[in-house]
């Protein structure tokens, strides 16, 4: 059985932007709670400290890129501005649950 394509989305937060990110932090839950079919993996990504957040990453299962620019545009996080860049890459997933697939 042939593997799908999966589509990496990598967000980096504008600089300062802790406080805009906090204020939209339960409407992005709500967002990707409904919506976590779609997710395969996902979370805040960390500065060095361990616990500043400075961006967000999802590996998303969806059908082709057009589907995951939709996805990260209608995040909360998206419309209210957190995300200074946003990258999105297909990925061949080639390893997962410990194991080859």
């Given at each position: 059985m042939p593997v799908s394509v999966h589509y990496v989305?990598?967000?980096?937060?504008?600089?300062?932007?802790?406080?805009?990110?906090?204020?939209v932090?339960?409407?992005?839950?709500?967002?990707?709670?409904?919506?976590?079919?779609?997710i395969r993996f996902s979370g805040p990504l960390l500065d060095a400290d361990g616990e500043t957040r400075r961006g967000q990453l999802f590996v998303l299962d969806v059908p082709d890129r057009e589907a995951?620019?939709?996805?990260?545009?209608?995040?909360?996080?998206?419309?209210a501005g957190v995300f200074a860049t946003v990258e999105i890459d297909p990925l061949l997933p080639v390893f997962g649950d410990g194991r080859r697939t």
């Open positions: 989305v990598l967000c980096r937060d504008v600089p300062g932007s802790a406080s805009l990110r906090r204020a932090l339960a409407e992005h839950r709500r967002y990707v709670d409904e919506r976590a079919g779609l995951a620019e939709a996805f990260i545009a209608a995040d909360p996080f998206t419309r």
